[in-house]
């Protein structure tokens, strides 16, 4: 079983609607939560950072962590073509070094 | 946010020579430097851990002496693929992070070396 677990889609949404992405993982010392987007063949760019439990949120972007269910999402509202991309999920223990473990990524696709 | 910018983008060579790729932090001095690579359609593989003025630290499966890596100054690390084969032949993306207590990892744009 891999320590961290993200559907690798595709998932085609149309403009506007909201988007559901999802990670799994089963290491419970994770506590830094990270979501990455990365458009293809250019490198991953930093979206959201969570520590712990909780929700967090940016525009349009919410990210929640569940730890007790060792679960995390990123909602994406009134989504927009330009948000096609993959999403990668990562995270890491406390005293981890900063050494991430990643998600394989969820392909989107925004359709007008 | 933090810039880190990754050279050359694309890079062709021939099997058996050496190539070097350089990831640099633009607007903050990094601590800690990692390379990974990626293989079409899948997640970023961890090959090392890089801190400035130290030995990298590989992960397990990843020869060190084939890929070398350097951390000469806290905005400059270097990976060389040593006597490139085919199967070499991936995209390489180094990240940096400022400090240990700071989880955040930013991002070069990637290479693309193919091994012809």
């Known amino acids: 079983q891999k320590e961290v677990e993200q559907d690798p889609g595709p998932l085609s949404v149309p403009e506007g609607a909201i988007v559901s992405l999802n990670c799994t993982y089963s290491n419970s010392a994770f506590q830094y939560f990270m979501w990455y987007r990365q458009y293809s063949r250019k490198g991953p760019e930093l979206l959201m950072y969570t520590y712990s439990s909780g929700n967090k949120e940016d525009g349009r972007f919410t990210a929640q962590v569940d730890k007790s269910s060792k679960y995390i999402s990123l909602f994406i509202r009134d989504s927009q073509p330009s948000d096609s991309a993959t999403y990668l999920c990562a995270m890491s223990p406390a005293g981890g070094g900063n050494k991430l473990t990643f998600g394989t990524g969820t392909q989107l696709k925004v359709e007008l | 946010g933090a810039v880190v910018s990754q050279h050359p983008s694309r890079v062709i060579c021939k099997s058996g020579t050496s190539v070097k790729i350089e990831c640099r932090s633009l607007d903050f001095q990094a601590t800690t430097m990692f390379w990974y690579r990626q293989f079409p359609k899948q997640s970023l593989m961890l090959m090392a851990t890089?801190?400035?003025?130290?030995?990298?630290?590989?992960e397990q499966g990843v020869e060190k002496d084939k890929f070398l890596i350097n951390h000469a100054s806290l905005t400059l690390s270097t990976l060389t693929v040593t006597s490139a084969h085919p199967e070499d032949s991936s995209f390489y993306i180094c990240s940096a992070s400022g400090d240990s207590s700071n989880y955040e990892q930013y991002f070069g744009p990637g290479t693309r070396l193919t091994v012809t």
């Open positions: 890089s801190n400035e003025g130290s030995k990298a630290t590989y």
